[in-house]
């Protein structure tokens, strides 16, 4: 049986004297693995498809139960990408959370398309990376299932306070009024630690006015936002891999390598 398919490598492994295992998000079947044969041959047509970042279109054949690349051709290939460590390190980090949140067999057109828009906006530097990177981060934990609700305070309905606090197990907001009456969670700590314990994360109104707009914009806007202030944006970004993390229940390589090579 034969087939062909548009999709984006998230992953490249090494196999055999030549060949590569590759791990590709498609719209219509999840993720998908397809085995390339002598792609890492510089005689291979097929090396610049099966390379990491390339969204492409790929020819293949079914046979003894999995995928065999049979040609294809590439889309877009962020070749940008290999020109700048910290971005490149940022690009790494969003395509192992798209692994980490898909499935095989199962549909995932709107994580494809949010995580090819995301590569682009990093390979032309359209926002400060700390923003695109705290925006896909609750993208992610959203289509998790994990989105919290940021409506207003959880006790109180409290909506524009100019502090609220994030309460990151729980997904909801508490206002300064009923932490102060006693929530039971702690304040973010100074230094981020995966941790299934509960945390309040506080925002001021500019961080949180970001947090809805990216759980509320349409995917194809969700980087039309601006935070101006170092400080906000900082915050924004540690908010998103701390909610992410905490629910996923677990770290990434690719995120302590970003972040190592953003404080260099």
Request: charged share 25%; hydrophobic share 40%; aromatic share 10%.
């Amino acid at each position: 049986m034969r087939g062909t398919v548009d999709g984006l490598v998230l992953r490249e492994t090494e196999t055999g004297e030549s060949d590569k295992l590759l791990t590709v998000l498609t719209a219509e079947h999840g993720k998908i693995l397809i085995c390339a044969k002598g792609v890492r041959s510089m005689r291979s047509k097929n090396m610049s498809l099966c390379r990491l970042f390339t969204y492409g279109n790929f020819e293949y054949y079914e046979k003894n139960g999995m995928r065999w690349l049979a040609g294809g051709s590439v889309n877009d290939s962020f070749f940008k990408l290999n020109s700048d460590i910290e971005g490149f390190a940022l690009a790494a980090y969003i395509l192992e959370i798209a692994a980490e949140i898909t499935g095989e067999g199962v549909e995932a057109e709107e994580i494809l398309r949010m995580t090819l828009n995301t590569l682009y906006a990093i390979e032309n530097k359209l926002k400060p990376f700390e923003i695109i990177k705290g925006a896909y981060e609750l993208f992610a934990a959203n289509c998790s299932g994990f989105e919290p609700d940021v409506s207003g305070c959880c006790r109180c309905g409290e909506v524009y306070a100019d502090t609220m606090y994030l309460d990151v197990m729980n997904g909801s907001l508490v206002c300064q009024e009923c932490r102060s009456a006693g929530s039971g969670a702690q304040l973010m700590p100074e230094l981020d630690a995966f941790s299934a314990r509960n945390i309040l994360f506080p925002m001021n109104r500019s961080v949180l006015a970001s947090v809805r707009y990216v759980l509320g914009a349409r995917r194809e806007r969700i980087f039309a936002f601006e935070l101006k202030d170092e400080k906000d944006i900082s915050d924004f970004s540690r908010l998103g891999d701390t909610y992410l993390l905490n629910h996923l229940e677990r770290g990434f390589d690719t995120l302590d390598f970003y972040k190592t090579v953003r404080n260099k």
